[in-house]
């Protein structure tokens, strides 16, 4: 079998990007890098389609009519896990070997592992996620002793030791909506749950936070604590929990997601009423970063299929990459895919400045308002450009017998996990209102625009005065909710754009360039007979330049 290119290394927009923000220690961490980039490009990529058509099972008593609630995988998905944590993802953040790889700026190393792996395998993505963001919880809110207890396995890098987690929050009551939450907690900082839990993803994780209202506890949000539930007890009991059946889904179907019966199931408590939702945030917000990093993820890998395909494929007398329709949608994809990359990285950035205490006012509003605005633009991104990755292969991208089908199948839960695009929009707008993160908005954004070439900067000035304005006007408006998406919309495309423009930020090159000039003319065309033609050479210039 042809060995596929390392994805790493084809890549040089993402070694340029890591290059900058990891600084010195981005020479230490490149041997690490590119491994997971050839790894992923060739073994994940086959291994992932196995544990794709083998999903998890279930097996609730052992031979003896004893539950056991264990979740059998093919050998596959061991493989892919070994490659995950072994080779660091959830490692790169804590654990001391790895420091001289990451300097300070270990979200940096872990999502760019990340961001490899996730063009090969989107389910088991979402378990080592799940895995940083329960020991991100427990760093911060967890006593010593569940932090000595937990963390280093959470972060190890050997399967034997190695635990996994999850987050079992969303009930069939409510699911957007957590403050319906309806499972119980007795007791005090050790506390017994009763409920049922509709989305468990990883369920058969090692340590699992949740959400659950202590007796008496006022309704909504504030009347939540957060939990630590552990899979086994510290005497080595299983605990009180059942699973009640795998789900059957559309998409990530390596990873078990389960429904879940909490029986009077011990569990820690990290934060009582009025700290619980509001610390659980830490995890979502993390995770929101995941799935915007997992969506440029899926880009890259559509794009990369396409141009596989179309490069080699004859079809009238040249390959398919040489006519002039199939060369504009390879632009598209490539500019779109280029504009994410560096945008996604922006929310990593600054989400390593502010864990470090480093960031201004101005970037902590940034980032707040960022996560959801990431999340959900290229959640909707990855969704457009697999659909558009399997058009180009054909037929041959809707068989499962190729990978086109199943990053689609996989796409489709990135706009719905971790919050919808309502839900998304609403929470930007929350920011907003909150601590006035469109000041910090419309600061970035024009300070970007500033660098960008005359052209560029010509349509940005008036769209960026036009969002100031449609904002004013919104607040104003008792039905101006109905407009919010638009305006996001708008909002994420200028981010984008601007970011792509600013040599302060390591972009402003000639691909990145050519990419915002690409999209402003996709997606706000002044003429539908536009002068920007598409060729194979500027395909090639910002895919790989």
Avoid at 473 to 482: K, S
Wanted: proline share 4%.
């Amino acid at each position: 079998m042809t060995e596929t290119p390392n994805w790493f290394e084809s890549e040089p927009a993402l070694q340029r990007i890591l290059e900058r923000q990891l600084g010195a220690a981005f020479a230490k961490a490149r041997p690490r890098l590119s491994a997971m980039g050839k790894k992923c490009a060739n073994e994940v990529a086959r291994w992932a389609d196995l544990a794709d058509h083998q999903g998890p099972k279930l097996v609730t008593h052992d031979r003896d009519g004893v539950r056991i609630d264990e979740v059998q995988y093919h050998p596959a998905y061991r493989w892919m896990q070994e490659v995950a944590y072994g080779d660091g993802i959830v490692a790169a953040t804590y654990d001391a070997a790895l420091a001289p790889e990451r300097g300070n700026r270990p979200r940096t190393l872990t999502f760019g592992l990340g961001y490899l792996f996730g063009q090969a395998e989107s389910g088991l993505y979402c378990p080592v996620c799940m895995t940083d963001g329960t020991a991100r919880l427990l760093r911060k809110f967890g006593s010593a002793e569940l932090q000595e207890r937990y963390i280093p396995r959470l972060a190890s890098r050997d399967l034997g030791r190695l635990y996994t987690g999850a987050m079992f929050l969303t009930e069939k009551e409510g699911g957007s909506d957590v403050g319906q939450v309806r499972t119980v907690a007795k007791g005090g900082t050790t506390a017994k749950l009763t409920g049922d839990k509709w989305f468990c993803s990883n369920v058969d994780a090692d340590v699992i936070m949740t959400l659950a209202r202590p007796e008496g506890a006022v309704a909504g949000t504030k009347g939540l604590g957060l939990y630590c539930l552990p899979r086994t007890l510290p005497d080595g009991s299983r605990n009180r929990y059942r699973v009640e059946r795998i789900k059957d889904k559309l998409g990530v179907r390596s990873m078990p997601t389960g429904e879940v019966t909490l029986d009077g199931a011990e569990a820690y408590l990290l934060g009582g009423p009025g700290q619980g939702f509001r610390q659980m945030c830490e995890m979502l917000n993390l995770s929101r970063l995941y799935n915007a990093v997992a969506s440029v993820g899926a880009m890259r890998r559509s794009l990369v299929e396409a141009l596989g395909w179309v490069g080699t494929r004859v079809a009238f007398g040249r390959t398919v990459s040489q006519h002039p329709l199939m060369s504009e949608i390879l632009l598209d994809l490539a500019a779109e895919q280029r504009a994410a990359l560096r945008w996604a990285f922006r929310g990593v950035e600054l989400l390593d400045k502010a864990d470090a205490g480093e960031a201004s006012a101005a970037e902590d509003r940034s980032l707040r308002l960022l996560t959801p605005m990431l999340k959900y633009y290229l959640g909707k991104k990855a969704v457009w450009a697999a659909s558009e990755g399997v058009e180009a292969l054909g037929g041959n991208g809707f068989i499962e017998d190729w990978p086109m089908a199943r990053v689609l199948r996989d796409a489709q839960v990135l706009p719905i996990w971790e919050g919808t695009t309502n839900v998304l929009t609403l929470d930007a707008f929350r920011a907003i209102r909150k601590v006035a993160a469109h000041e910090a908005y419309f600061a970035e954004v024009e300070a970007l625009a500033g660098e960008a070439p005359s052209d560029v900067q010509a349509r940005l000035s008036p769209l960026l005065g036009e969002l100031g304005s449609a904002l004013a006007e919104l607040g104003g408006d008792p039905r101006g909710e109905h407009a919010l998406r638009d305006w996001t919309d708008r909002a994420c495309l200028l981010w984008e754009v601007a970011l792509l423009c600013s040599k302060k930020t390591g972009a402003g090159s000639e691909g990145d360039l050519r990419a915002a000039r690409r999209i402003l003319a996709r997606n706000l065309p002044t003429s539908l007979l536009r002068k920007d033609r598409a060729s194979p050479e500027e395909v090639q210039l910002v895919a790989f330049g």
